[in-house]
């Protein structure tokens, strides 16, 4: 596949830098490019960042870093199987722990999502990070609504993290995860609240809590793009009718 010119390999991270000094410089850099791709194309085209990852994959499995990107670029396009195995093998090769929620949330992806709760109650999670626990706390909620078991999925967000009032990275879908929850069993006035709490910690609007809130609020949206183009064709037609009664 064709990458433009201005994509060089240098925009990576300087730590998947590193990991591909173990390559020939020429592989290193073609490596390095189709990554970069991976990253730039992996929310707004799942497809193409998938088939850029399945070259730097053949170029270079034996890299961690490759197999991470191949996993993410297969769970973006809903390849949880995939996914599952590559971050395997990218935990085989580092020890590192990081993907452990998204690994569980392969295996909700599988329609397992008693095994991603045994995941969520594993020891590795406590070597996870704040982020990293918070995440981990969003797939189990999410393995217990898998389950049917709602109440359950409404306490298990609810947490020190969801009450505090400092705005983190993860804080607006924590607070929308619940907000959702709430909506599902009924206890829509709760939902409203915590939509609310969601739009003022969604700075960089990674949610669709504002239109969930005014939905529960009875706001309509109006296209006026359409509303324009329909008036338009009734002044025509209007305009058609006159000249018919004329003629």
Known sequence: ?????????????????????????????????????????LDEDPEGAYAYSRIALRLASRVAAVREAAGFAAYANQKYGEALAEFRAAKRMTGNIDLWPVMADCERGLGRPEKALDMAGAPEVHKLDKAGQVEMRLVAAGARRDMGQLDAAIVTLQSPELAANSVQPWTARLRYAYADALL?????????????????????????????????DGVEFVDALADDDEEGEDAASEGSDESEEKD
């Open 1 to 41: 596949m064709p990458i433009p010119e201005d994509v060089t390999g240098d925009e990576i991270d300087k730590d998947v830098r590193q990991e591909l000094q173990s390559l020939p410089k020429t592989l290193a850099d073609d490596v390095a490019r189709n990554l970069v791709m991976v990253a730039r194309l």
């Open 184 to 216: 599902v069993a009924g206890r829509e006035s709760e939902a409203r609240e915590w939509f609310a709490k969601a739009v003022e910690a969604d700075r960089d609007g990674s949610t669709d809590a504002s239109d969930r809130l005014a939905e529960l």
